[in-house]
């Protein structure tokens, strides 16, 4: 005979409001846990140079992560540069940028690539250089952080 009842172990999902992200957020029960922050990133028609900042530039709070994903993607229709390379530059106060990447890699035309970078910095932000000469980049990236 059982002197306590078994502990529950239903896995229940759960919405709460995140007051500092001003949204709903989705998790489980058995962990309290958010979904993972997600934050995307585009670039539209961009010539060939290099260190080019996005449409819309977004620093990523990455300070309290336990993992953090990029995914960069060249499949839009109109992009036809063959070589670009997206590179990730951290600060560790929010004030002063990586000249080198922290992190980077390189993707031809149509090609979507998944990278994981460690944790540790501050904040970080993305470029992209664009390699081709006479042609438009449209790249997407998307930036996941597991806190």
């Keep these: 005979m059982e002197k306590y009842p078994a502990p529950e172990r239903v896995t229940r999902e759960v919405t709460w409001w995140d ?50 994903a990029i995914q960069a993607s060249t499949t839009d229709p109109n992009n036809t540069a063959t070589s670009v390379d997206v590179n990730v530059e951290t600060s560790l106060d929010g004030v002063t940028w990586d000249t080198t990447p922290y992190a980077e890699m390189n993707l031809g035309d149509a090609e979507i690539k998944t990278m994981l970078i460690e944790p ?10 664009n390699n081709t000469g006479g042609s438009r980049a449209d790249v997407r990236v998307i930036v996941k952080v597991r806190e």
């Excluded at 539209?44 to 309290?64: H, L």
């Excluded at 540790?120 to 250089?129: A, E, L, M, S």
């Design 120 to 129: 540790g910095p501050f904040k970080i932000r993305v470029r992209i250089d």
């Design 19 to 68: 007051p500092d992200r001003k949204e709903w957020v989705s998790g489980v029960k058995t962990t309290f846990r958010g979904l993972p922050a997600t934050t995307v990133i585009e670039w539209t028609n961009k010539s060939a140079a290099t260190d080019i900042s996005p449409d819309e530039d977004k620093e990523v709070d990455v300070e309290a992560a336990e993992s953090v």
